[in-house]
Structure formats: structure tokens, C-alpha cells
């Protein structure tokens, strides 16, 4: 009977530890990613573009998935990377937490396939996560929303 007890005085304590922590931040996944049907890759650029302005980004520059990898024309034509940000909200992030600099400025990567584009992200809440910066947190919530936001005006076209 002693050893029942002792084995049950530590599940209890060990609940209890366990129950005093605080709660896991919602968990997030690491990427984001919307499909445009049909189209070709300039298509969706330029439809993207226009979704960052609309959604008060500015555009930065686009460039292909491997440029400065390869010699100049001969770059992957079906991939590539939009730059983009709203500098007040960037600003505000770096304030906070320099770390930003790893998912700062925004970027969407196109691929183009045989049935449209996919757009994709890393989720700037799923880094957020990983950084435990609460308050940095808060802001990248808000940039989930706005990619998401832009990435699906953008599927609209």
C-alpha cells in the first residue's frame, strides 16, 4: 500500500505541475497556401500585385525562384518569389523583436503547374510560435491575416 500511495502522490504532482504551466500557444501550421485555377504564372502576378496594393502593402520587386543562381536567362520561368510589405506594420514588428528579419519583408512564392498557380507562405504566426516573443506574436496573427487575405483576392481574379 505504500508504494500505491507514493505512485499516486506523484500523479497527482505531476498533474498539478503540469496544470500550473501556461497554455500552449494555438498551434499553427508552417505554411500558407491557395490554389488559382487555370492561368499562367504572369496572371497571377499581376493579380497578386495588385491584391498587395489593394490590401495596404506596397510591392517591393519580384525575381525568379533562382535568380543569381543560374546565368542570367536561363532562370526558372514557372517559379517565382513576390517581395512585398507595409512598412508601418514592419517597423512596428522590429520595434518589438529584431528576430523579424526572418520572415521580413512579406514574401509568396508562385509555382506554376499544368492546372494554375499555387501561392505559398511561411506562416509568420507558426515562426512567431517558435520565437516566444508574445507580444511579437500579436503582430504576426495579424500578418496571417492580411497574407491570407491577400492570397485569396488574388485567387479571385
Known sequence: MH???????????CFGLFSALPAR?????????VFLEGGNIEQ??????????????????????DSR??????????AR???FCNFDLMSRALAIDTRTTEFLPCRITLIETDK???LSAVNPA???????????????????KDYLNIMSEAALW
Open 3 to 13: 508504494v500505491y500511495s507514493r505512485c499516486l502522490l506523484w500523479v497527482f504532482l
Open 25 to 33: 500557444a494555438e498551434e499553427e501550421d508552417p505554411l500558407l497556401s
Open 44 to 65: 497571377a502576378t499581376e493579380s497578386l500585385i495588385q491584391a498587395i496594393n489593394s490590401n495596404n502593402f506596397s510591392f517591393i520587386r519580384q525575381q525568379a525562384i
Open 69 to 78: 543562381l543560374v546565368p542570367a536567362g536561363l532562370e526558372a520561368g514557372s
Open 81 to 83: 518569389i513576390v517581395y
Open 116 to 118: 494554375g498557380v499555387e
Open 126 to 144: 507558426w515562426v512567431s510560435n517558435r520565437l516566444g516573443n508574445h507580444r511579437l506574436h500579436e503582430y504576426c496573427v495579424k500578418m496571417k
